[in-house]
């Protein structure tokens, strides 16, 4: 019975270790939100903000229908490293799918970003299947570097999204770091229970 809580403790420190926590960077849909014009050609939503070292993995939108929707959506998502490199991920998305619930979850292959990397996300419409029908939740705030551009333009507000950004791989001299010390604590524990249990048997 030791042993295996022994080896149970020990598999989840070194699942811990390995994964480390997710971070999330977004806006949540405030007070003062408001619906943005409907995504259909000619119409070009987006967000730029910074984000933290690691791997960003998806964005999340707050969707909205205004009647019938049909057609399709763009989605683009370019991180931007401090050094001005760009990496990007593009997809398109059925406005019907976009519009099925609350929140949408575009996930895609993560992409490193490198400490003062900043993300930029841009909804428009597809020019072969123009969307109609849907648009996105945002929030008034202040004109700032990071915030809502519309058409090109920076606006005095915030698009309602979440951005996954997953940890970045550990260094070998880390994790061994992550590895070594808690199974030390973990093994004297171990012991100490059993030098405890045969000195009662005695």
């Given at each position: ?7 149970v ?11 480390g ?39 999340e ?53 490198r ?33 809502l ?54």
């Open positions: 019975m030791m042993r295996r809580l022994v080896l403790t020990f598999a989840a420190l070194v699942a811990a270790a390995c994964s926590p997710r971070a999330t960077v977004g806006h949540r849909i405030g007070f003062r939100a408001f619906q943005l014009p409907e995504i259909k050609p000619g119409v070009h939503i987006a967000e730029r903000f910074a984000i933290p070292a690691g791997r960003v993995s998806a964005i939108f707050s969707p909205v229908r205004l009647g019938s929707v049909a057609g399709t959506i763009h989605f683009d998502v370019i991180v931007i490293a401090a050094d001005g490199s760009r990496t990007e991920r593009n997809a398109d998305v059925a406005a019907t799918d976009f519009t099925r619930q609350g929140t949408y979850r575009f996930a895609f292959t993560p992409v490193d970003a400490p003062g990397s900043s993300c930029y996300v841009e909804l428009s419409s597809s020019a072969a299947d123009p969307a109609r029908g849907a648009t996105v939740w945002a929030d008034r705030g202040r004109l700032t570097d990071d915030g551009v519309f058409n090109g333009r920076p606006r005095w507000a915030r698009l309602a999204y979440r951005a996954t950004i997953e940890p970045p791989p550990q260094p070998p001299v880390r994790t061994a770091v992550w590895f070594a010390v808690p199974a030390l604590v973990i093994s004297g524990a171990a012991m100490l229970r059993i030098v405890r249990e045969l000195a009662w048997a005695r």
